[in-house]
């Protein structure tokens, strides 16, 4: 059992996250953290994938700079996991990029902003929720929606871009790493 | 082409199409923002533009209303000045029909029955007269009240062609005592330039003095007063008196009642009482 690799590869993630979060915050929702947890389940699978993303939002959450997130914690966590099915189905439908810049890197991006898309939405309706509970109406989610919609583009069009950009490079470096993608997948205790 | 590539693909297209949905959606918030904005900077114009008419017009009104009162005020001004115009126009003739009428009175014969009717119309005319006077002056105050709260009120200066008439009239007092206790003062009575003493004492009696004309001295001898007549067998007659601003003291005058002239602010009196025998003083004083 490589408990131990598999523990340090999701503090290694997760504090990778939590740096970048730090490092973007002033850039409203644009974030590596995106990126990083959908590498990580690229290269190491759903279980890491979801215990970088579990454990990276939880923190984010509740040492934010913008304060603690509150009820909203568990749907940013349901929406990061978003990332890690996007990143382990991404692992089985395209083989691993075998050079940091082919012009398949943009299908990540796109798979990135497809979850930003829906990420977004979700956070959107769950606020939405939140501040208008128990009175809530369909046209004061769509309020809510409409008023993070300048977010949303930011984010998409960050995701897309990062994604494009970054993820084949961290993918291919942790396959190298770890030799191949066979044995990368088996730290997964 | 490979089926990964056609997902690949695929899943390009969809991102690219939810961008561009987040963009319509983010491009038709602001919309309606500006569109709400737009309809509130407009309802506002609306609403100022509303309560501009509301003030022009009760503006127009006002100064509509301020114009009239200017225009009323011009008007009544104008009156005015025909009334004192008019005042001193008959102020004159008054002056002038006085002047004939004392002159005509100091020389008369007093036996002459036109005498006595001259000398009660005197009175009664210059009643009339000082009465008049005093019904302008009032008018004239009023007016000048008037004049001065328009001006205040309205930050203006309506002075133009008006002109006040002083109608101050002179004044002298008279004393009449008749010697028993019984005297009586005409204080500040209304005289005219010109007039002696005789002709103030008919009009302060209604007329109600008797005379001796003596043409040769041109000068009247008093012989009554308001029915109170000289007394040969008691010796007792009419004196008169001058009032010496100096000596505070009664003088007795030194010439007759139609030699004293009135001018304002004269003091003179007359007394009945005993004659000295010896130096045909009288032995009494005025009170």
Same mark, same amino acid.
């Given at each position: 059992m490589n408990t131990s690799r598999t523990i340090s590869i999701i503090a290694l993630f997760t504090s990778l996250v939590i740096v970048t979060n730090y490092a973007l915050v002033e850039l409203p929702n644009v974030k590596l953290e995106d990126t990083l947890v959908f590498a990580s389940a690229y290269s190491f699978g759903l279980k890491i994938g979801a215990y970088v993303a579990i454990a990276s939002e939880l923190i984010w959450g509740i040492l934010s700079p913008y304060g603690f997130g509150g009820i909203i914690i568990p749907f940013l966590v349901a929406g990061e996991l978003l990332y890690v099915f996007a990143g382990f189905f991404a692992s089985k439908l395209w083989p691993? @990029?075998?050079?940091?810049?082919? $012009?398949?890197?943009?299908?990540?991006?796109?798979?990135?902003?497809?979850?930003?898309?829906?990420?977004? +939405?979700?956070?959107? %309706?769950? +606020?939405?929720? /939140?501040?208008?509970? @128990?009175?809530?109406?369909?046209?004061?989610? %769509?309020? $809510?929606?409409?008023?993070?919609?300048v977010f949303m583009v930011f984010h998409e069009v960050g995701d897309f871009v990062i994604g494009s950009a970054l993820a084949p490079i961290l993918i291919l470096y942790f396959s190298r790493v770890f030799s191949d993608s066979k044995n990368a997948q088996r730290i997964v205790a | =082409?490979? +089926?990964?590539?056609?997902?690949?693909? =695929?899943v390009v297209l969809i991102a690219l199409l939810l961008l561009s949905s987040s963009l319509a959606i983010y491009y038709s918030y602001q919309n309606q923002q500006l569109?709400?904005?737009?309809?509130? /900077?407009?309802?506002?114009?609306?609403?100022?533009?509303?309560? $501009?008419? +509301?003030?022009?017009?009760?503006?127009?009104? /006002?100064?509509?209303?301020?114009?009239?009162?200017v225009s009323s005020f011009k008007a009544l001004a104008l009156t005015y000045s025909q009334? &004192?115009?008019?005042?001193?126009?008959?102020?004159?003739? $008054?002056? %002038?029909?006085?002047?004939?009428?004392?002159?005509?009175? &100091?020389? =008369?014969?007093?036996?002459? @029955?036109a005498y006595t009717n001259a000398s009660k119309t005197l009175t009664s005319l210059w009643q009339e007269y000082t009465t008049l006077v005093a019904q302008y002056k009032q008018l004239s105050s009023s007016f000048q009240e008037i004049l001065t709260n328009f001006n205040r009120e309205n930050n203006a200066t309506l002075l133009g062609n008006i002109q006040p008439i002083s109608v101050s009239l002179l004044t002298s007092n008279i004393l009449i005592d008749f010697g028993n206790g019984t005297y009586h003062w005409f204080n500040e009575t209304a005289i005219q330039p010109g007039w002696n003493f005789y002709v103030a004492t008919l009009v302060v009696t209604n007329g109600n003095v008797v005379a001796t004309w003596y043409p040769q001295y041109s000068a009247h001898f008093v012989t009554g007063i308001d029915g109170v007549f000289n007394n040969n067998a008691q010796g007792e007659y009419w004196f008169l008196w001058t009032w010496n601003s100096t000596s505070s003291s009664w003088q007795v005058a030194s010439v007759g009642a139609d030699q004293l002239m009135m001018y304002n602010g004269s003091i003179y009196a007359w007394t009945y009482c005993l004659e000295n025998i010896t130096n045909y003083m009288p032995e009494c004083t005025p009170h």
């Open positions: 691993k @990029p075998q050079k940091g810049f082919q $012009y398949e890197n943009i299908f990540f991006g796109a798979l990135l902003a497809i979850c930003a898309f829906v990420w977004d +939405t979700e956070t959107n %309706i769950a +606020t939405g929720l /939140i501040m208008m509970w @128990p009175h809530v109406h369909l046209l004061g989610l %769509i309020g $809510y929606e409409l008023t993070g919609a | =082409m490979q +089926t990964r590539t056609l997902y690949g693909i =695929m569109a709400s904005q737009k309809n509130t /900077i407009q309802n506002e114009l609306q609403n100022a533009s509303s309560k $501009y008419s +509301t003030l022009a017009s009760e503006y127009n009104s /006002i100064l509509s209303t301020y114009n009239g009162s009334a &004192s115009a008019s005042f001193l126009s008959l102020s004159k003739e $008054y002056n %002038i029909t006085f002047s004939l009428l004392v002159n005509a009175l &100091s020389e =008369m014969n007093t036996s002459e @029955p």
